[in-house]
């Protein structure tokens, strides 16, 4: 508390917190914090956050759940969506190449980087009754997709 203005005395301390049992560094951090300057506890709460430090109290843990829960679905969604296009990709190609349409590598290219799920599906079924290559990128009409 005296010393507590000291960054290297706070960053000692939070250092000896990480290396007591569960049920006790909490209840340090929290009677420090209540107790402490207001620049000491910007200090604690930069050191805190900024560093791979152990949520404890039931609040923290409630956000810190919620925002882990969030990031996994989110991840997992893309990942989803990610391999969807990925095979909605090997599809088209196989179409083509099951069909004998010689696919140029500037034409793969451009399959291959196309992570829109709504236009691979549409070339996929233009493939299923393309006369030529070019008739996969045609929209009815005479423009181009």
């Known amino acids: 508390m005296v ?11 939070a250092t000896a917190l990480s290396q007591q049992r569960d049920e006790h ?5 929290e009677y420090t914090y209540s107790m402490s300057a207001p620049e000491v506890r910007r200090l604690l ?3 805190m ?3 791979d430090w152990p949520v404890y109290s039931p609040f923290a843990r409630e956000h810190f759940g919620r925002g882990l829960a969030e990031g996994k679905a989110k991840g997992k969604a893309e990942g989803k969506a990610e391999g969807k296009s990925e095979e909605a990709v090997k599809m ?3 179409v083509l190449d ?3 349409l010689d696919v140029p590598e500037d034409t793969r290219a451009r ?5 829109d799920l709504a236009q691979l599906e549409t070339w996929t079924t233009r493939a299923a009754t393309a006369r030529a290559l070019q008739d996969l990128f045609d929209e009815p009409g005479g423009q181009r997709s």
Do not use: Q
């Open 111 to 115: 399959i291959t980087t196309c992570t």
């Open 98 to 100: 099951a069909r004998g």
């Open 3 to 13: 010393h507590g203005r000291d960054r290297k005395v706070v960053e000692a301390f």
């Open 49 to 51: 956050t900024s560093t």
């Open 92 to 94: 088209l190609l196989l």
């Open 45 to 47: 709460e930069e050191i």
């Open 25 to 29: 560094a909490p209840k340090y951090y």
